[in-house]
C-alpha cells in the first residue's frame, strides 16, 4: 500500500516537541536487567501480591523455571506466549518467563468474555499459553500448549517457604536466550477498528528506550502499586518501570482493585512511593483516603495518572486534599508509542495540559498536508522517536496508514505514529489535548473504537442501524437502534448478546430503540444530538413490590439513583443494568445513605442484584467489620463522627482536615 506523501520544505522550521536525548550507553532487555539486580541483590523483596513476597533471587528462579517449560512445549526464540493469569505473583513470573525464553508475551485480561480472549489468541498465533489453576479451564477449545505457572518448582518453593524471606542460596544464572533490539518483547490487543482486536507489537529496543526514560523521569527505586491488569498497557509502565529499577512492585488482586478503601490500605501497608491509575480511580482513592481518616496517603511521593482527560477539579483537589507534598504527574501515549510519550508535571495547582515530550521522544503537530502547524493551531499530534512500535501484528496496511516515514528525524529510516488526536501547542511550549479526529474514545482508561460497537450492534438480530456515544462524564456508552421491523428488538436482550462478544467496557450501559435518528444535512445520524439524549436523566423513582419490605425498596432507590434508572428490577444484575466497576463504588455510598449502612465494596460484587443485595444486608452484611481486614468498630464509629462533623462544620474547613 501507497504511504501518504510528506511535505518537509527545507525552509520548513524544524518542528518543535523534542524531548531531552535519553542517557547514552547500551540498553539491555528489561529481563536482563531484572536478572542483574538478582544477581546482585538476591534477597531483595520484588513483589508483593496479597498476602506473599517474592525476592529478587527466587523471581529470577521462577522465571527461569518457566523459560524451562515453554522451552519444553516448543516455544522457540522469536515465538509468541499468551499470558491469561490474574493478577499477582505468578503473573510477574509469567511475564519474565516468556521473554527469558526469547518469546513475547502476549497479555489477555481473564475478565474479557471467552470468544475474546481465544480470538486474541489465535489472532496472535500463540505458541503455548501460561495459565493459572483458575484461568486453566477457560482454554479448552485452544490448540496451543498450556503451561501451570503455579506449577513451577520455584513456584511450589514460594508456597511452602514465608512471604519474603531470604532467598535460598544460588548461583549466578543466565538471564535466558540473548535477544537483540529489533525482536518482539510483547503483544498487547487494542479494539480494532475492523471490528476485530488489534496487537500492537513492541520490540525490546522500544521497551528499554520507553523504561529509560520512565527511570529518568522518575528516579530512584520505587514501591510501587500496579493496579492495572496485564492486557492493560499502562501495566508496562509499572513492572518493568519498577523492577528494571530495583524496586518493589505491589500488585493488587481483582478484589483489591474493586474496593478503594483496600487499596488506600495497600498504600499504608507497604508505604507505596507510585501510583499510576487513570484520573477517574484517583478520584475514588481520594475518597476513600478521606472516608478512612488519618494520613493514609502520606507515603505517596509521585501520583501519576493517564488514560483518561485529566479533570482540572482533579488537580485542585490533589493539592487542597493532601498535606504531604506529593506531585501529580499527567501522562499521554497510546500502546504504539510504547505506552507514553508527554508528561506534564504538577507540583501545585495549575492549567491542565498533556506537556512536554518524554526523554527520547518528538512530538509533531501537523496540518492535513504534514506541514509543521504554528503555536496556537490546531493539528494532528504524531509521535516520532524511540517508543515507536513496530505496528500491527498481521496488518500491514493498517501499519502502513499509522507508522509513516518521518521527514524530520536526522537518523535515516526513522518512523512516526499518526495518533489520530487533535492538539495545540500552547505559549509555554505544552501540548492542549483538543480530542479525537474519529469516533474513537476512551472508557474508564480503555481505547474503545465506537464504529466497531454500531457494526457488532446492527448485525444483531432485529436491529437496522445504531449508533454508539460516550456520556459527559466519559464512564459509559449508550447505544441507539433502529428496528429493522415493525417490533422493537429488546433492549436487555440486545446487550446479553454484544456481552458474549465483546469486553464489558465495551458493552453499552443503555439500549435506546428510536423510531428515527436525528438526521444533519448530510443524510448522516447527527451524533450531537444523541449524545444530548445519552446525558438526559429519567427521574429515578423505582417500582418496588410492597412485600418485599422498606430496605428493598430503599436498596432500589440507591440503584436508581446510581443508574440513572427509573426502573430497577429486583432481580437483575448490576452489571447488566448498565453498572461498572467505578458506578459500584459510587453505589456503596448511595446504599449508606438510603440504607444507613455501608457494606464492603467486595460484598457488592458478590451480590449484584437487589434482591441478593437486601438479603445480604439483612444477614449482616452492612458492617465492614471483618469483611475485607480494614474495617473495624472504632472505625465505622470515628467514620460516623466525621460525617458528623462534617455537617456541622464550614465545607471548606472540612476539606482542609
Known amino acids: ?106 497479555p489477555v485480561d481473564v475478565s474479557h468474555p471467552d470468544a475474546r480472549v481465544t480470538d486474541i489468541l489465535l489472532d496472535a498465533q500463540v505458541d503455548a499459553v501460561l495459565v493459572s489453576d483458575a484461568s486453566r479451564p477457560r482454554l479448552t477449545g485452544l490448540d496451543a500448549p498450556l503451561v501451570l505457572v503455579d506449577a513451577t518448582p520455584a513456584a511450589r518453593e514460594r508456597r511452602a517457604g514465608p512471604p519474603g524471606g531470604a532467598a535460598r542460596s544460588r548461583e549466578p544464572d543466565s538471564p535466558g536466550v540473548l535477544v537483540a533490539a529489533d525482536e518482539a518483547a510483547y503483544l498487547i490487543y487494542t479494539s480494532g477498528s475492523t471490528g476485530e482486536p488489534k496487537g500492537v507489537v513492541v520490540e525490546h529496543g522500544q521497551l528499554a528506550a520507553s523504561t529509560l526514560a520512565r527511570r529518568t523521569v522518575y528516579p530512584g527505586r520505587p514501591v510501587f502499586l500496579l493496579v492495572s491488569p496485564l492486557a492493560f498497557d499502562s501495566s508496562v509502565a509499572g513492572l518493568w518501570g519498577t523492577l528494571t529499577a530495583g524496586g518493589h512492585l505491589v500488585v493488587a488482586t481483582p478484589d483489591e482493585v474493586r474496593d478503594p478503601e483496600r487499596l488506600v490500605e495497600l498504600i499504608e501497608h507497604h508505604r507505596v512511593t507510585q501510583l499510576l491509575c487513570v484520573p477517574s480511580l484517583y478520584s475514588v482513592l481520594l475518597d476513600a483516603a478521606r472516608s478512612l481518616g488519618g494520613r493514609r496517603l502520606s507515603s505517596l511521593e509521585t501520583v501519576v495518572v493517564a488514560g483518561e482527560p485529566l479533570p482540572p477539579e482533579l488537580v485542585d483537589r490533589h493539592f487542597s486534599l493532601r498535606t504531604s507534598p506529593t506531585e501529580l504527574v499527567n501522562e499521554y501515549g497510546p500502546t504504539e508509542a510504547t505506552v507514553w510519550a508527554s508528561y506534564q508535571r504538577f507540583t501545585a495547582p495549575g492549567p491542565v495540559s498533556i506537556g512536554r515530550a518524554i526523554p527520547g521522544a518528538r512530538l509533531y503537530l501537523l496540518d492535513d498536508r504534514m506541514r509543521p502547524v504554528p503555536p496556537g493551531a490546531e493539528g494532528e499530534l504524531f509521535i516520532g522517536g524511540a517508543g515507536v512500535s513496530r505496528g500491527y501484528h498481521g496488518r500491514p496496511d493498517a501499519t502502513a496508514r499509522a507508522f509513516l516515514d518521518d521527514p524530520f528525524a536526522a537518523t535515516p529510516g526513522a518512523r512516526m505514529y499518526r495518533t489520530g488526536d487533535r492538539a495545540r501547542w500552547n505559549a509555554d511550549g505544552t501540548l492542549a489535548f483538543l480530542g479525537r479526529r474519529d469516533h474513537q474514545v476512551k472508557v474508564r482508561g480503555h481505547r474503545v473504537e465506537l464504529p466497531v460497537i454500531e457494526r457488532q450492534l446492527a448485525d444483531l438480530p432485529g436491529v437496522r442501524e445504531a449508533v454508539v456515544v460516550l456520556d459527559a462524564a466519559g464512564t459509559s456508552l449508550t447505544g441507539f437502534v433502529l428496528a429493522a421491523s415493525d417490533s422493537p428488538p429488546d433492549p436487555d436482550s440486545l446487550r446479553e448478546q454484544l456481552a458474549v462478544r465483546l469486553p464489558a467496557v465495551m458493552v453499552p450501559a443503555r439500549i435506546v430503540c428510536l423510531d428515527v435518528f436525528p438526521r444533519t444535512v448530510n443524510g448522516k445520524a447527527d451524533r450531537a444530538a444523541l449524545q444530548a439524549r445519552a446525558d438526559e436523566r429519567p427521574a429515578t423513582a423505582t417500582t418496588v413490590p410492597a412485600v418485599r419490605g422498606d430496605l428493598a425498596a430503599q436498596v432500589a432507590a440507591a440503584w436508581a439513583e446510581v443508574l440513572k434508572a427509573s426502573h430497577v428490577p429486583l432481580d437483575v444484575n448490576f452489571f447488566d443494568l448498565g453498572g461498572h466497576s467505578l458506578a459500584m463504588f459510587q453505589l456503596r455510598e448511595a446504599l449508606e445513605t438510603h440504607t444507613g449502612k455501608r457494606p464492603p465494596v467486595i460484598a457488592l460484587f458478590k451480590h449484584t442484584t437487589v434482591a441478593a443485595q437486601v438479603a445480604m444486608l439483612r444477614d449482616g452484611g452492612g458492617s465492614t467489620e471483618g469483611a475485607d481486614g480494614i474495617g473495624s468498630e472504632r472505625r465505622a464509629a470515628a467514620r460516623r463522627a466525621r460525617a458528623l462533623r462534617a455537617r456541622r462544620q464550614d465545607p471548606a474547613q472540612e476539606a482542609a482536615t
Open 1 to 106: 500500500m501507497a504511504r501518504p506523501t510528506l511535505i518537509a520544505p527545507a525552509r520548513t522550521p524544524r518542528p518543535t516537541g523534542e524531548g531531552e536525548p535519553l542517557p547514552a550507553g547500551p540498553r539491555p532487555p528489561v529481563h536482563e536487567l531484572v536478572a542483574e539486580f538478582a544477581r546482585a541483590d538476591p534477597a531483595r523483596i520484588a513483589v508483593s501480591s496479597g498476602a506473599n513476597s517474592i525476592t529478587y533471587g527466587d523471581l529470577d528462579d521462577w522465571a527461569a523455571d518457566i523459560d524451562a517449560m515453554l522451552t519444553e512445549a516448543g516455544v522457540d526464540r522469536g515465538g509468541r506466549v499468551g499470558v491469561l493469569v490474574e493478577p499477582s505473583l505468578g503473573m510477574v513470573a509469567a511475564a519474565l518467563g516468556a521473554m527469558r525464553c526469547g518469546a513475547a508475551y502476549v
